[in-house]
């Protein structure tokens, strides 16, 4: 993986945009470019990271509380479950590569959700990204 810190600001090989969560605002710029993007989300204390890197599209999201996750990449052109994917600690991260390099070109969902030690939802969410054969890129 291509990340030097998890919990305190995260250093990512590039920026794929902002999500729907960060509220309406929307950054695009290329895969390629090695910048790091931390998107605030309406979770209270939370951040919502993307990046591209050699390995695919990888994402966390860090939730107070939060001992739990699931998330799910959904290729919207056909509605295919491209992702699913469990976790037990403060971040998750996917690895999406073996979906990209399968030609899953145009718009995909991420619903993510954070959950507690009980399995109670603390939060939900859904952000989007478009993948156009070479860059990813976030939209709303």
């Not at 919990?7 to 950054?27: D, E, K, R």
């Not at 390629?32 to 990888?58: C, D, T, Y």
Request: glycine content about 8%; hydrophobic content about 35%.
């Amino acid at each position: 993986m291509n990340f030097k810190k998890i919990l305190s600001g995260i250093m990512v090989l590039s920026i794929v945009g902002a999500s729907s969560l960060t509220m309406g605002t929307t950054v695009k710029a290329s895969s390629l470019n090695n910048v790091e993007q931390s998107v605030r989300s309406p979770w209270a204390g939370s951040k919502l990271h993307a990046q591209m890197s050699l390995h695919g599209f990888i994402y966390w999201c860090r939730v107070p509380g939060a001992t739990d996750y699931e998330l799910e990449v959904v290729y919207l052109p056909d509605n295919t479950d491209i992702i699913k994917g469990y976790g037990n600690s403060t971040y998750k991260q996917e690895d999406i590569s073996d979906a990209l390099n399968n030609n899953y070109i145009g718009k995909h969902s991420v619903n993510v959700k954070a959950l507690d030690a009980e399995g109670n939802i603390l939060d939900e969410g859904t952000f989007y990204f478009n993948y156009d054969g070479v860059n990813t890129y976030m939209i709303e």
